[in-house]
């Protein structure tokens, strides 16, 4: 007998490894000077698919179909530009909405729907909004009016190709990566 073992998982683009560590940084500075660790649960990220929970038995399926997917897809511009806030809890960094990250989101999440039923029912109501969290809905609301005078007008900018996919699996306390899928080579 197979029993259910639900997780949850989400989908993602991440930074290359250098400028993950630099963001997290940013990260460690929100929970050391503001009390905001909830960010540093997971590697710094640009949502596709916001978490689902998944039969871990069924990875296999699950990893077939993203397989299927990215063999589809062709690297992707990102660039990371300025802090933002979705007032008043989350401090983010603005990342710019290419055609191209429009497009695989439109295609992710429309494939995810029609050939797993995977929906996210709060982002069918929300406009594609990409950024990277770097203070999370645990800041008071002091605390953010203290770090968004600091982060407001601070300059961030980087540029770089993404040319894979991450599916993350939560282990109970934090986002771990799960597998990674790499696009297709031109």
């Not at 050391?32 to 909830?38: L, M, R, W």
């Not at 978490?51 to 997917?69: A, G, M, R, Y």
């Not at 063999?71 to 802090?83: A, E, V």
Request: hydrophobic share 40%.
């Amino acid at each position: 007998m197979n029993i259910k073992q639900k997780q949850l998982y989400f989908i993602a683009l991440l930074p290359p490894q250098n400028i993950q560590e630099i963001l997290t940084k940013i990260k460690q500075k929100f929970t050391e000077k503001y009390q905001s660790k909830a960010a540093l649960k997971s590697p710094p990220h640009l949502t596709l698919q916001p978490p689902f929970e998944w039969d871990k038995n069924e990875i296999s399926l699950l990893e077939k179909h993203l397989t299927k997917f990215v063999r589809h897809q062709t690297q992707i511009p990102i660039i990371l530009d300025g802090f933002a806030a979705f007032k008043p809890r989350v401090i983010y960094i603005n990342v710019i909405k290419t055609p191209e990250l429009v497009t695989i989101y439109q295609n992710l999440t429309t494939y995810l729907e029609s050939s797993l039923n995977i929906v996210d029912q709060r982002s069918q109501n929300r406009v594609f909004s990409p950024h990277i969290t770097i203070g999370f809905r645990d800041l008071t609301k002091d605390n953010f009016h203290k770090a968004w005078l600091e982060f407001e007008h601070q300059p961030i900018h980087f540029e770089f190709t993404v040319a894979k996919f991450t599916l993350l699996i939560h282990n109970g306390k934090c986002w771990q990566i799960s597998k990674e899928f790499d696009f297709k080579t031109s």
